[in-house]
């Protein structure tokens, strides 16, 4: 039997690794080592947000713990964090207990596992679109038949779900339904409550999971009058609320990444039982356990009580930076780029006038030295080219009026 191989005469990738597309967000990183460059691109949270002195105390508790957390751990995570995230499930208004929690390497890795665990090749998957790119690799990587599921100011649109769901043959019905209900990436909606209700629903009446990925629910900006307003209500926890007999069809992943630091890589998951356990046996084969040092590090931070003060802080920050791009967007590119403002989250949605081309304009704004995500990439089929996302958590006011600024100059640039 022949083995394919390459042209240097090795075995060849396997198919899905013969030409591989990377995430198109990561592609532009070569962008941002030329000097002087603006990113509105990566959803990085803004460094002078993270809780350096807290961490490093976090740290040396954690340490102090002795040497055993310098071995190996539990695939589930430590029982510290775990009792940890479940009191952040509960203060989110979610029924949940350490058992029901099951830590990972950042919740990417969780919807990964997910999808080894719920996905066969050709299972149709839902995805609200536009929807996060890193979502759709994972999808493509695992063979399924993704279907989108179109958005509107509301956040997923619940009435054309229903009709996609009472069209589609019974074969084809989907395994899952992905969705960021809270002021989703890279969008920034948040899902009304008529439609959570709806959505648990409808995944009950056709017996699919909804994975709701959460990372930046605690994100929510101040009402109008600078009222404080509470994280928004989990799609989890309107299953839970609805007092069904039914199986908890919500699968919910969330993460410390945009909260207290990305380097610490600790998302969870949490849901039904059998869901887990196989979770857990795929997690086995990738990494056996999420690192115990920065666990317990995390643990320790969260029991510190510095946690909801360091989450304040990014709700206030956030919130002047999106009005500050949205603002000189408005000021300086009417007609040109259009956007409403987010209530939450780290991200603004904009769409380009169709009498500018796309490619054009994302030239000429590298060239003016200022990069943001173009809208294309957040979508799986037939994407919309005249859209982009902008970023406004890493970069400081100063840096968005300037970016601000360089991008009416492309603008301008790309209508000559």
Not at 36 to 59: C, H, K, N, T, V
Not at 101 to 109: A, D, E, P
Not at 298 to 308: D, E, F, I, N, Q
Not at 340 to 353: E, K, L, N, R
Request: aromatic share 6%; charged share 15%.
């Amino acid at each position: 039997m022949h083995t394919p191989s390459t042209a240097d005469g090795m075995a060849a990738f396997a198919p899905l690794f013969a030409e591989p597309a990377g995430s198109p967000i990561r592609e532009l990183f070569p962008y941002l080592s030329r000097p002087g460059m603006i990113s509105l691109a990566g959803g990085y949270p803004s460094p002078s947000l993270f809780d350096a002195e807290g961490l490093a105390a976090a740290a040396t508790q954690a340490l102090g713990q002795g040497p055993a957390l310098l071995q190996y751990g539990a695939t589930e995570g430590l029982p510290a964090l775990r009792e940890a995230l479940a009191g952040q499930c509960q203060a989110r208004g979610m029924a949940a207990a350490a058992s029901d929690i099951l830590v990972t390497t950042g919740s990417q890795q969780a919807f990964d596992l997910l999808v080894r665990v719920l996905v066969a090749p050709g299972d149709t998957v839902l995805v609200e679109v536009p929807a996060y790119p890193a979502t759709l690799q994972a999808l493509r990587l695992a063979q399924a038949h993704i279907v989108q599921v179109p958005m509107d100011a509301e956040g997923l649109q619940t009435e054309a779900l229903a009709q996609l769901l009472a069209e589609l043959p019974t074969a084809q019905r989907p395994k899952l339904l992905y969705t960021v209900p809270n002021f989703s990436n890279p969008r920034g909606t948040l899902l009304s409550a008529t439609r959570r209700s709806a959505l648990v629903e409808l995944a009950q009446r056709y017996g699919f999971w909804v994975v709701e990925d959460d990372p930046y629910g605690e994100l929510r900006f101040d009402a109008a009058g600078g009222d404080a307003a509470p994280p928004p209500a989990t799609v989890y926890a309107t299953a839970q609320q609805a007092g069904s007999a039914a199986r908890n069809p919500v699968l919910y992943l969330a993460s410390l990444s945009k909260t207290v630091a990305p380097a610490l890589r600790v998302g969870w998951m949490l849901g039904d039982a059998a869901v887990l356990r196989r979770c857990t046996i795929a997690k086995q084969t990738v990494d056996l356990c999420t690192a115990p040092l920065t666990q317990a590090m995390a643990a320790c931070y969260l029991h510190s009580g510095r946690y909801p003060a360091t989450v304040e802080r990014a709700r206030h920050t956030y919130q002047q930076r999106m009005q500050a791009l949205v603002q000189g967007l408005q000021q300086h590119l009417p007609g040109h780029i259009r956007c409403s403002p987010p209530t939450g989250g780290m991200f603004v949605w904009a769409q380009i006038d169709h009498g500018i081309d796309p490619q054009r304009l994302f030239d000429a704004a590298v060239a003016a030295q200022v990069l943001y995500v173009p809208g294309q990439a957040f979508f799986p089929h037939a994407p919309d080219r005249h859209t982009m996302r902008l970023s406004f958590a890493a970069p400081d006011v100063p840096q968005i009026e300037q970016a601000v600024q360089r991008l009416s100059h492309a603008v301008a640039q790309a209508r000559d």
